[in-house]
């Protein structure tokens, strides 16, 4: 692939970072680790940008799974999904650089499901809360873009399946495959996949169990994608 500007990710080793790193190969596309790009840390971020000088930045970096980790640590939490995204934020505004930050459908409230982008929003758990927190600063720089994604490792990770939860779960690789036709849009993007329980999405590519819903997990926290749709089908 062949890119005529440089675009720096953040958390390139994390999971979706390394299928991007195994999908693309430009020396165009630049993978910073901690110790050249530390999140935390507004001097670190400035100088690696401003030696490198991209014109957009994709957003990884954070915490995400055990989700239990949100709770027992929320000082991990919100050091990585607030604090470090809105230093991000700051250095992005301050260079003028496009900003791409890579959010969860958790963020809605889970009830009535097939959220539009427009809809409020009102996370069900700390992890939502945490990467909510990390909206807020992005929200404030209007050269932005907000991806709400529904989206998990391929195969399927998880022995079991909630059979009574919808969401619209779409493979990492399957977003990596289209991110270059999203990467020059702004505000908010739903992105995920059919409208399904979790179990139903799981069972086609694994040998799963069916589970059913626990207490605190949102019963339906499915996205309208009728916008994502429209972008990929051009």
């Not at 100088?47 to 490198?52: A, D, E, H, I, P």
């Not at 490792?153 to 022995?159: A, I, L, T």
Request: aromatic share 10%; with cysteine; glycine share 6%.
């Amino acid at each position: 692939m062949e890119l005529d500007y440089k675009i720096v990710v953040t958390g390139g080793s994390g999971r979706f970072g390394s299928i991007l790193q195994k999908k693309y190969k430009s020396n165009k596309l630049l993978y910073p680790n901690k110790k050249k790009l530390n999140i935390l840390s507004t001097e670190s971020i400035e100088k690696y940008l401003k030696k490198n000088k991209p014109k957009i930045l994709i957003h990884l970096a954070g915490l995400s799974r055990p989700m239990k980790m949100h709770n027992e640590d929320i000082i991990k939490s919100i050091d990585l999904n607030i604090i470090g995204t809105g230093n991000i934020v700051k250095i992005c505004s301050k260079l003028k650089i496009k900003l791409i930050y890579f959010s969860t459908s958790y963020v809605y409230q889970g009830k009535k499901g097939n959220y539009k982008e427009t809809d409020p929003i009102l996370p069900f758990n700390n992890y939502a809360w945490s990467k909510m927190g990390g909206e807020c600063s992005v929200q404030m720089y209007k050269n932005s873009l907000i991806l709400r994604c529904c989206m998990t490792e391929k195969p399927f990770v998880h022995k079991r399946a909630l059979a009574n939860v919808k969401a619209n779960f779409i493979f990492q690789d399957e977003i990596a495959d289209i991110i270059f036709k999203i990467i020059n849009k702004k505000g908010i993007l739903n992105i995920g996949g059919k409208i399904q329980t979790i179990y139903n999405f799981a069972k086609r590519y694994g040998n799963v169990k069916k589970s059913f819903l626990r207490k605190g997990f949102p019963e339906n926290p499915s996205m309208n994608i009728k916008n994502f749709n429209k972008i990929i089908e051009k």
